[in-house]
Nanobody, 114 residues
Framework: QVQLVESGGGLVQPGGSLRLSCAASGSIFSINAMGWYRQAPGKERELVAIITRGGSTNYGDSVNGRFAISRDNAKNTVYLQMNSLKPEDTAVYYC????????WGQGTQVTVSS
């Protein structure tokens, strides 16, 4: 089993920045990739960014160029740096770890509003 603990969400004004963190514990050897997804009210969950064990990254079209995903292997932690935030970035952000099975964090709310 893999446990994921997210932190860093909150309220920010348009144009501002936030950094989300996701710490993994448990059977972390089984993880091939980690990432972030988000779900806004009334919408489907969508990819934000993923990073593989080898460091390759992939971003959703709506965040490409504004968000950056990184990882600290020593801390088993993945980060999502979110810049130039827009109101449409408002959503619950979920950490994801994928390997033989898929694991999800509990989610953290990000609200972009003036």
């Amino acid at each position: 089993q893999v446990q994921l603990v997210e932190s860093g969400g909150g309220l920010v004004q348009p144009g501002g920045s936030l950094r989300l963190s996701c710490a993994a514990s448990g059977s972390i050897f089984s993880i091939n990739a980690m990432g972030w997804y988000r779900q806004a009210p009334g919408k489907e969950r969508e990819l934000v960014a993923i990073i593989t064990r080898g460091g390759s990254t992939n971003y959703g079209d709506s965040v490409n160029g504004r968000f950056a995903i990184s990882r600290d292997n020593a801390k088993n932690t993945v980060y999502l740096q979110m810049n130039s935030l827009k109101p449409e970035d408002t959503a619950v952000y979920y950490c994801n770890a994928a390997g033989v099975t898929v694991h999800w964090g509990q989610g953290t709310q990000v609200t972009v509003s003036s």
